[in-house]
Each structure stands twice: as structure tokens, then as C-alpha cells.
């Protein structure tokens, strides 16, 4: 089969769908839509999450170094779409959208509650990549739905909707 040069841009597909939420020490909550993200260690558990300098949520998690890493269902679409398009620069994302808030356990930070699973993680690290930058995060504590787990713990990610 003949082969031709592609488009170097975001060639890992498909990509992730997350939110990634935060709240400024100003106390207001924000979130936003990422796709740049991933398992970066086993052990210990850390995740990373590629945010552009210009997202206003970047400066949060550069101040506050803690983030919510939110797994989405296909059921939260028009949620995932409201806050990948609009900014907390702009507006009270949380208060326009109603996003329903439940308090992180190890971090200051907001978990959104409808999403079936939320992973609270501490900045160890970053890497400015190019237009993003990676920040490395330490999971801290995973909050997942009953139903969706076996008694170790483990999450049945065929039983999520996942967007
Ligand atoms: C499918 C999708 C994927 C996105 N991925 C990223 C991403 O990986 N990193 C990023 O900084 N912005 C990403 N965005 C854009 C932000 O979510 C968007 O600019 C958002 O409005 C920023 O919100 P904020 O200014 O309140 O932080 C993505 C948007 C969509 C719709």
C-alpha cells in the first residue's frame, strides 16, 4: 500500500474527552474541556493534561497546583460542548450551566458530581510541550459511581457511556 505524508497535528486518535476542574483562590469554580491528556505512571498513579496559556483555567492550576480530572458519558455532551466553548474569563461557567459541585477530599477543588468518575490530582510536575503545557498530576483519591466498580475497586469502563 502506497503512503504519503499526513498532517503531523493531533495524529493519536480518537483522543480523550475529559474536564478538568479547578476553582481560583478567589473561590470561583471553573472547568474546562481537554483532549491533550493521559496515563503518564502506574506507580505512583499520575495522569497529565495538556492546557493552553490563554485558557483562563490555566493560571488556576499554575497558582493552585491541584486539578479534577471528570470522565464524561455521552449523556453530558451539551455539558462537555458548554464548557470547551466558553470561558471562565467571560462568565460563572458553573452558575449559567447549574453544574452540580461536590467538595474535594484531598484537594481544594470541585468535583463535577454528575460525571461518573472524578480523579483528584496534585501538580508534581509540568512540561511547557510547545502550545501546551503537560501538567503532570499525582492522583491524590478516584471517586467513582457504586455500580461501576468490583470490591477491589477496579472501574468497569464498559459501564460508562464514556463520550
Ligand atoms: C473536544 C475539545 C478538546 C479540547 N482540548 C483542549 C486541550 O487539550 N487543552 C486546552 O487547553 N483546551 C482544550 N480545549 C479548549 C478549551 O476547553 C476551551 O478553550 C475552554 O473554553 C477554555 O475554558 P477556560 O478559558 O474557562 O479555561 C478543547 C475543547 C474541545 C471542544
Do not use: W
Amino acid at each position: 500500500m502506497e503512503k504519503i505524508q499526513g498532517n503531523m497535528k493531533s495524529c493519536l486518535q480518537p483522543m480523550a474527552k475529559i474536564l478538568v476542574s479547578c476553582r481560583g483562590i478567589d473561590g470561583k469554580n471553573n472547568a474546562l474541556a481537554v483532549g491533550y491528556c493521559g496515563n503518564c505512571s502506574y506507580d505512583p498513579p499520575m495522569v497529565m493534561v495538556g492546557i493552553v496559556p490563554s485558557r483562563y483555567s490555566y493560571h488556576i492550576i499554575k497558582e493552585t497546583g491541584v486539578f479534577v480530572v471528570n470522565l464524561v458519558t455521552k449523556e453530558q455532551k451539551e455539558l462537555f460542548d458548554y464548557l470547551g466553548s466558553h470561558s471562565g474569563r467571560d462568565e460563572d461557567k458553573f452558575s449559567n450551566f447549574n453544574v452540580k459541585v461536590e467538595e474535594g477530599i484531598k484537594v481544594n477543588a470541585p468535583l463535577l458530581a454528575d460525571c461518573p468518575v472524578n480523579i483528584e490530582c496534585k501538580v508534581v510536575d509540568s512540561i511547557m510541550t510547545g502550545s501546551h503545557e503537560m501538567f503532570i498530576g499525582k492522583i491524590e483519591y478516584v471517586h467513582t459511581n457504586k455500580e461501576i466498580v468490583d470490591d477491589k475497586g477496579n472501574i468497569d469502563f464498559s459501564a460508562i457511556n464514556i463520550l
